[in-house]
């Protein structure tokens, strides 16, 4: 059970934290041009991030207490594949339909 | 080409992530689901959505809650997966930058990875579009994403457990991961990235308070803007 007090101390501070990360540097530095090393590096943000949190989701799912599950590794990679060579839509499709087919069958 | 006035640029930012919204509804949905599920009512539950805005956290932050880890250990943890977003800040300054203080911080609360990708993606593609009309997409996209956040979340934990644990709906947030990243590998030094960052975050997943991810990422930009500058270089050096 979690405690009111913990809660709202956890959820008021996360909001505010969370704000202040976002307003970061789009409040600070708001107008200002961005020196061509920063925005190098930006470009790969997305690419950077995204993966670093998908992979360990795929590779070590909390829902198996962390064990390697091949059907979710094979329909992560149905989901990849179609993202390359379709679009979002249909890649999510793809994974979640291979997540359930592979499921009902073995 | 296309005019873009403001109000057109903020109905194309709606449509293009209309796609999202597939995304976001069960995503949302499951939150208030887990969310019920550990013991909050409709109110804290409805409070820590529309305070944070961001599910990885608030995912993050009722696993350790749930867990009794210390309040602040589970604040630092939620806040380190967020940290990403000081990158998605900065990255949307020379597009976005310019706007007045108060619409920059609405802007700021608004921030959401779906809605982002989109947005950089849009603004890379279209760098003919004046400064008010990039404004305008980038509340296109966030006024279509934010409602269903906040409506699913809502239906979530009201519906509360009528979803059966065997849909495995927690898998949907991979997924939702993945294909977010699909449209973005457009190059070379994209797929370096995204390859260094995937392999090190399993390397680095010892790495206390989920910092791991921070380690992944820094690792991964410095590998794809060091890939573009070696590639360039080369370019250079065949042109010669």
Known sequence: MISDFDFWVLTLLLGLGTFLIRFSFLGIFGGKEMPEWALLHLRYVGVAVFPAIFMPLVVWPPATDGIVDPIRITAALAALVVGLRVNVIFSIIAGMATFYALRFIF | MTQFTARKAFWRGYIDCAPFVLIVIPYSMLFGVVARDAGLDLFQTMSMTVLVIAGAAQFTALALLQDNAPVFIALLTSLAVNLRMAMYSAALVPHI???????????????????????????????????????????????????????????????????????????????????????????????????????????????????????????AMISGAQTELYLRRRAEKEAA
């Open chain 2, 97 to 219: 930058g310019h706007a007045r203080f108060s619409l920059r911080a609405l802007m700021a609360y608004l921030m959401v990875d779906q809605a982002f990708a989109v947005c950089v993606k849009t603004y890379e593609e279209r760098p003919d579009m004046p400064p008010a009309a990039k404004v305008a997409y980038y509340f296109g996209c966030m006024m279509l994403i934010c409602p269903f956040w906040y409506g699913f979340s809502f239906v979530g934990a009201y519906v509360g457990q009528a979803i059966p644990a065997s849909l495995s709906l927690d898998f949907a947030l991979p997924i939702c991961f993945i294909a977010l990243t699909g449209p973005l590998l457009r190059s070379v030094p994209h797929y370096v990235a995204a390859l260094v960052s995937g392999v090190s975050i399993l390397l680095f997943s010892w790495v206390p308070w989920n910092l791991g991810i921070m380690v992944a990422a820094t690792l």
